[in-house]
């Protein structure tokens, strides 16, 4: 069974920095694409970034390029979201996903929440 389990989440202050970690278990992802979402108050849940297991084919949502950086180190098992440069915008639930490429649905972590100070 496919757990995916977010950590690293808090109240920092604009412009501060956070790193969320996904410790992932359950099977073999290196055919899996991990992925962070987030969803905040009242708003839907919007895409943030996304990789291969191994860190490659990286992608960004614009509000978030430059800022936030997605990554794994090859030796350990979670997958990280390095979130920079935090704005009063990005407060939300962040969500750790995993799908396998050929898959339409994707495995949702419990989220862990962030905020920002002002």
């Known amino acids: 069974q496919v757990q995916l389990v977010e950590s690293g989440g808090g109240l920092v202050q604009a412009g501060g920095s956070l790193r969320l970690s996904c410790a992932a278990s359950?099977?073999?992802?290196?055919?899996?694409?991990m992925g962070w979402f987030r969803q905040a108050p009242g708003k839907e849940r919007e895409f943030v970034a996304s990789s291969t297991w191994s860190g490659g084919n990286a992608l960004y949502a614009d509000s978030v390029k430059g800022r936030f950086t997605i990554s794994r180190d090859n030796a350990k098992n979670p997958v990280y979201l390095q979130l920079n440069s935090l704005k009063h915008a990005d407060p939300a639930v962040y969500y750790c996903?995993?799908?396998?490429?050929?898959?339409?649905?994707?495995?949702w972590g419990q989220g862990t929440q962030v905020a920002v100070s002002s």
């Open positions: 359950g099977r073999t992802f290196s055919s899996y694409v």
């Open positions: 996903t995993a799908r396998a490429v050929v898959a339409a649905n994707a495995y």
